[in-house]
T-cell receptor, first 110, second 114 residues
Framework: KNEVEQSPQNLTAQEGEFITINCSYS?????LHWLQQHPGGGIVSLFM???GKKKHGRLIATINIQEKHSSLHITASHPRDSAVYIC????????????FGKGTHLIIQP | NAGVMQNPRHLVRRRGQEARLRCSPM?????VYWYRQLPEEGLKFMVY????????ESGMPKERFSAEFPKEGPSILRIQQVVRGDSAAYFC????????????FGQGTRLTVV
């Protein structure tokens, strides 16, 4: 079982819909990152969380440390939000790098 | 995000050749991480370096792969005697204080071994 699980794996929605992507992890962590990757493109860091909630524009990220769960929300979704969204954690006591989920492929249709 | 510079963006090598991938971290960042993304797979940690030191190479294949981050110049990921299975996207990330702070990623180098 992967240490980081994301759901859904694939998500297609209509423009304007509210989007939620979930991330669950099975290990102790010191930080959780949400990343965005466009096809053939680089990786953009969206959020780094260790507790609570962060908001940037139409994006909101929350984390519940007790439940080992994080969510990424997109409000008023737009076709340009179409990308792969990746959850990654810094495992407490583990390797210094990040451990990644497999990503959620999001398509927003006009 | 554009501050982490990787080059080349695309690299084609024949089996048995050497591949050198370069990463210049964001200004002021002394922590560099290399990750590999195999086709249809998720990202995997390879190595973590600070200036002139390898801190954690637990994700690095034991043979043919090496990394350095010299006092001057970019970090280099070197793959000797490449094989087809090395074909992947290699991403570099930098941060100011490790992965408990925000990480900035480069655009990646897409290595194709023919």
């Amino acid at each position: 079982k992967n240490e980081v699980e994301q759901s859904p794996q694939n998500l297609t929605a209509q423009e304007g819909e509210f989007i939620t992507i979930n991330c669950s992890y099975s290990v102790g962590i010191s930080a959780l990152h949400w990343l965005q990757q466009h096809p053939g493109g680089g990786i953009v860091s969206l959020f780094m969380l260790s507790s609570g909630k962060k908001k940037h524009g139409r994006l909101i990220a929350t984390i519940n440390i007790q439940e080992k769960h994080s969510s990424l929300h997109i409000t008023a979704s737009h076709p340009r939000d179409s990308a792969v969204y990746i959850c990654a954690v810094r495992v407490r006591g583990g390797a210094d790098g990040l451990t990644f989920g497999k990503g959620t492929h999001l398509i927003i249709q006009p | 995000n554009a501050g982490v510079m990787q080059n080349p963006r695309h690299l084609v090598r024949r089996r048995g050749q050497e591949a050198r991938l370069r990463c210049s971290p964001m200004k002021g960042h002394s922590h560099v991480y290399w990750y590999r993304q195999l086709p249809e797979e998720g990202l995997k940690f390879m190595v973590y370096l600070q200036k002139e030191n390898i801190i954690d190479e637990s994700g690095m294949p034991k043979e043919r792969f090496s990394a350095e981050f010299p006092k001057e110049g970019p970090s280099i990921l070197r793959i000797q005697q490449v094989v087809r299975g090395d074909s992947a996207a290699y991403f570099c990330a930098s941060s100011s204080q490790g992965m408990n702070t925000e990480a900035f990623f480069g655009q990646g180098t897409r290595l194709t071994v023919v």
